[in-house]
């Protein structure tokens, strides 16, 4: 299987990330995950709490707070990805472990 990239947008959805880290936790190996904060004027991203044993994940933050925020969060997003298989998806939309798996073994060369 390749690997695959994971890239959601947050904007102050603490309740949801805590969520989404839930569902990772039963991802299978090979898959990564880039959150990218558009600068929430609430709980940022890299402050909701992180449980042990998540796929590989990294966080960045915007630093300037605009409207229209979320498609630069996707923008910095994909331009971080270092796989060539990615998936958009927003943040309350969860991908069970099981269509992860699925979605990951339909990428193989």
Do not use: F
């Not at 904060?37 to 909701?48: E, M, N």
């Amino acid at each position: 299987m390749r690997p695959l990239t994971l890239v959601y947008s947050y904007c102050s959805q603490p309740e949801m990330l805590a969520r989404q880290y839930q569902e990772w936790l039963a991802y299978p190996p090979g898959i990564c995950i880039i959150v990218v904060d558009d600068c929430s004027r609430g709980t940022a991203a890299v402050a909701v709490p992180r449980p042990e044993g998540l796929p590989p994940l990294r966080i960045y933050r915007i630093g300037v707070w605009k409207d229209w925020g979320w498609p630069m969060a996707r923008n910095l997003g994909m331009s971080e990805a270092d796989n060539t298989w990615c998936l958009l998806t927003d943040l309350d939309h969860v991908l069970s472990a099981e269509n992860a798996a699925k979605i990951q073994a339909a990428s193989l060369d």
